[in-house]
Every structure is written in structure tokens, then in C-alpha cells.
């Protein structure tokens, strides 16, 4: 048997290769629409790619299984709860398939999605989806009701965890992904450590698994719905080239120019208008997906072509199909001015200015500045600056700065006097900050 695991780092998304060398044939389960590492993996192991398996449709990130079937004819298979609009040949639970003398054994898993399953590979190894990730275990909330999901979720733990404690286990997302909130970096595990370790699997009660499970405070991004249905639709092939785009597309009516450079970089100098996502950062797709909206017409600022097609991988990856193109040379000569901690202080100290906090509420309840507004980076292009817009310049803060960048480029982009602190956050401020504790909170 020939194994290979496949992460996305920037959405923390993991797909598979099962190939039996004698055979020359691969299954790929859960691909992700940039199809091209798999068909080299295959013509490295002199492998066809006969089959994907798809452990669910999923919601945040568009599937290569389109382009693997239109472009070189493979079988797609998924649980027939999913109802795609596609063709594909229907998974039931403990149904066995094989590839050469590779077993790959169905377990029908729902919680995260109805239609969920995890594969066990010849009963050594199992490919748990989007139900049992290394540390934690699948959101509930995506397709159902959050109580419902997690019923069945906890079930399916169970029958998961009742597999040999040596299986080793393989997720299909790693830290990095919304789909869990303490996933671990590690990309595998085994089901005896997990069951030792994993959080979600310290419930012998379902009622409390449910409660918790069922609470789940995650961001859902916006493009859910979408890739959703694509993913459940009819095949999506390749992609169109990216093009060069004449400087004169960043000034259209209706374009919005998604600067992927750096913050330095956007700081320094960029075009009137444009919102910076660098693709350099954590999370560029989800980010850019957060402030984005899948209908609008794109046009990418960066620093190179290389730069450029690496970005529009992440935004096709979650549903943004169609740019306009992307530019590189191009009057950029608006400046963001960005500010220092020390700075702020005196500003705060001269009532000057308002302190926008982009930070989620968690983080903002551990420790925040007196006075500060509170609006998530990814709400304010959705939700508008009526509520945070008093008349005077706006600081925008995070951790590190790399929100706070996005969240001032929105400001300014809807013309609101805004600066980032973009080298460091709230844990380098050093005047005072209040907690705030919830109602049924711990500690």
C-alpha cells in the first residue's frame, strides 16, 4: 500500500492518496480543487487515479472532485444522503472497496454533515473526515441543528472509538480550520491516544457531549452557502488563466481590488479603494472570505505573478471562481500610515482618537483596552462603520497586527479616517485592560 496525506496550511485542510503499487491504481479521498499534487504523486508511484471518496460535501473548500472526473474520468463516490446533482456511485455504511488488494472499509459517521463517513484502510488505518480530528471533534452546526448534529456526532465518536486503540488515525483537518476550535497541529494520531487525550471524547454522557458540542462559538464563514453548492452541484471544471489586467480595471465601477500584498507593503503605498488580505498571512482564504462577497468582481494587487497565482488558488479553493485578473504595476500612492503601542497611548491619553478592537469576543474578554469598541475584523464590511464612526480617527487592534491591517483597509476603503497597529497588539499594550467574565463562564 502507498499512503500519502495532503495539508492545506492555509485553510488546514487534509486529503489523501491510497494506491496499491501491484495494481497501479489510487483512490484520492477528499481532494481539494488545485487537483495538480495528486496527479503528480500518481505519475511518480506510476499509479491511475481510478476513484475520490468523499467523506461529506464540504463547506469550506471547493473539491477537485469535478476536475478529476471531467478531466480524466474517475468515479466520484459519496454517501447518498449528500443528494448531489453530479453522477457518482452511492457509499453504504459497512460496505468494503478495494483498490488492487488495498481494503477500504465505509463507516457512516453523521454529525458534522447526515451524509458523513470515515474509511478504514485495510484495519490498520482510518480516515476520520470532519468527525474525529486529533485533539477535538467536528462542529455539529453546519448542516443541521447544532442539537441534532451533536446527538449523532456523539455517537459516531463512539463507534470510531471503538476501532483498535493502535488504528492510526488520519483527520481531515488540521489547526488552522474553523471546523474545531482545539484541533491540534499534529496530522495524525492513533485512536488509543485519542481516547486519552481528545477532548471531545471525555463525555460518557451524551446530554453534557450535546451541551457542549451543541455551544459551539466558531465563526461560520460567509462563503458556506456556496461552496456548499458547488460542491453538491454539477461537476465545476478548471479554472480560467489568470490575467493581466490593465491598471485602468482597479478604477471600473463594481471592481474591488483585493491587495495581496503584504501590510508593510499596502501601508506603504496602494491603490484608492483597495482592501489588503495578505496572502503571506495565516488563513488568507478564510480571511479574505470573511470580507469579500462572492458575487462581486475582483481584481488582484500584488508584487508578482507568482504572488498573484498563489492567491487566486486560495480564493478559488473557497468559491471565488471568477477574477477579473490582477495587476502589478499600478499607481499605488495612497498611504495607511500605521501606528506604534506608544503611540496609541498618547493618543488614548489626548482623547484623540477611537480604539476599534478586531478580535473576537473570547479573546476580547480576556483583557481589552477601557474605552475600545468592539466589532470583529470580518463584520465590518458586512455590518457598516455606523456603530464605531463617532466623528474621530480610528486605531484598529489585534494580537499581532494582521487583522487590525484588514480591518483599517476595510475602514478606509469606506472612507474612514483608520490606522492600524500592525507590529503588535494587546498583549504589547501596557496601560491598563478590563476582563470581561460571562455568565457561566469558569475560573
Same mark, same amino acid.
Given at each position: ?22 495494481? %497501479? ?28 471518496? =468523499?467523506?461529506?460535501? /464540504?463547506?469550506? @473548500? ?5 476536475? !478529476? ?9 459519496? /454517501? ?6 453530479y453522477p457518482f456511485a ?20 453523521? $454529525? /458534522? ?15 476520520? %473526515? ?17 442539537? =441534532? ?5 456523539? @455517537? ?44 471531545? !471524547? ?48 482597479? +478604477?471600473? =465601477?463594481?471592481?474591488?481590488? !483585493? ?13 484608492? %479603494? ?14 479574505? $472570505? ?5 458575487? =462581486?468582481?475582483?481584481?488582484? @494587487? ?12 486560495? !480564493? ?63 463584520l465590518l464590511r458586512a +455590518? ?46 501596557? %496601560? ?12
Open positions: 500500500m502507498v499512503f500519502r496525506q495532503f495539508v492545506d496550511d492555509d485553510l488546514g485542510c487534509a486529503s489523501y492518496l491510497i494506491g496499491d503499487s501491484g495494481a %497501479g491504481e489510487a483512490f484520492v479521498v477528499d481532494p481539494a480543487y488545485a487537483i495538480e499534487p495528486y496527479l503528480e504523486a500518481a505519475a511518480e508511484e506510476g499509479f491511475r487515479i481510478t476513484r475520490v471518496l =468523499e467523506t461529506h460535501t /464540504h463547506a469550506d @473548500h471547493v473539491s477537485g472532485h469535478g476536475r !478529476l472526473a471531467l478531466e480524466h474520468g474517475v468515479t466520484v463516490s459519496i /454517501h447518498p444522503l449528500a443528494a448531489p446533482e452511492p457509499l453504504e455504511d459497512g460496505q468494503v472497496l478495494h483498490v488492487g488488494t488495498v481494503s477500504i472499509r465505509i463507516v457512516h459517521t453523521p $454529525g /458534522h454533515r447526515p451524509e458523513h463517513c470515515a474509511f478504514v484502510v485495510d484495519e490498520r488505518l482510518v480516515l476520520t %473526515g470532519d468527525s474525529l480530528f486529533v485533539g477535538d471533534a467536528a462542529r455539529p452546526d453546519l448542516a443541521v441543528d447544532a442539537r =441534532e448534529g451533536a446527538q449523532e456526532l456523539f @455517537h459516531s465518536l463512539q463507534r470510531l472509538t471503538a476501532l483498535h486503540d493502535g488504528v492510526e488515525m488520519f483527520p481531515g483537518h488540521v489547526a488552522g480550520s474553523l471546523c474545531g476550535a482545539a484541533m491540534s497541529p499534529q496530522r495524525s494520531s492513533t485512536i488509543g491516544d485519542e481516547k486519552r487525550t481528545n477532548v471531545a !471524547l471525555a463525555f460518557a454522557d451524551m446530554d453534557e457531549f450535546v451541551g457542549t458540542s451543541a455551544a459551539v462559538s466558531t465563526p461560520r464563514p460567509p462563503t458556506t452557502a456556496r461552496v456548499v453548492q458547488l460542491n453538491r452541484g454539477p461537476f465545476v471544471g478548471a479554472p480560467a488563466p489568470l490575467r493581466t489586467s490593465p491598471a485602468t480595471d482597479c +478604477c471600473k =465601477e463594481g471592481v474591488t481590488v !483585493l491587495d495581496v500584498r503584504s501590510a508593510d507593503a499596502h501601508a506603504a503605498g496602494h491603490v484608492h %479603494g483597495a482592501i489588503n488580505v495578505p496572502v503571506c498571512g495565516n488563513s488568507f482564504a478564510t480571511r479574505a $472570505g470573511f470580507v469579500l462577497d462572492p458575487d =462581486e468582481r475582483i481584481v488582484l @494587487h500584488a508584487s508578482s505573478r507568482e504572488e498573484a497565482e498563489r492567491a487566486a488558488r486560495g !480564493l478559488r479553493s473557497t468559491g471565488f471562481l471568477e477574477l477579473d485578473g490582477y495587476v502589478v504595476d499600478v499607481d499605488a500612492t495612497e498611504a495607511a500610515n500605521p501606528i506604534t503601542i506608544d503611540e496609541l497611548a498618547r493618543l488614548l491619553d489626548n482623547d484623540a482618537v477611537t480604539v476599534v478592537d478586531v478580535r473576537e469576543k473570547d479573546e476580547r474578554d480576556a483583557g481589552f483596552i477601557p474605552g475600545s469598541v468592539h466589532m470583529p475584523y470580518r +455590518c457598516g462603520v455606523d456603530g464605531i464612526a463617532n466623528g474621530k480617527p480610528i486605531v484598529t487592534i489585534c494580537e499581532s497586527g494582521a487583522r487590525a491591517g484588514i480591518a483599517a483597509s476595510v475602514l478606509v476603503a469606506a472612507g474612514i479616517d483608520a490606522r492600524p497597529v500592525l507590529n503588535g497588539g494587546i498583549d504589547d499594550w501596557r %496601560g491598563e485592560t478590563v476582563e470581561f467574565r460571562r455568565c457561566g463562564s469558569s475560573g
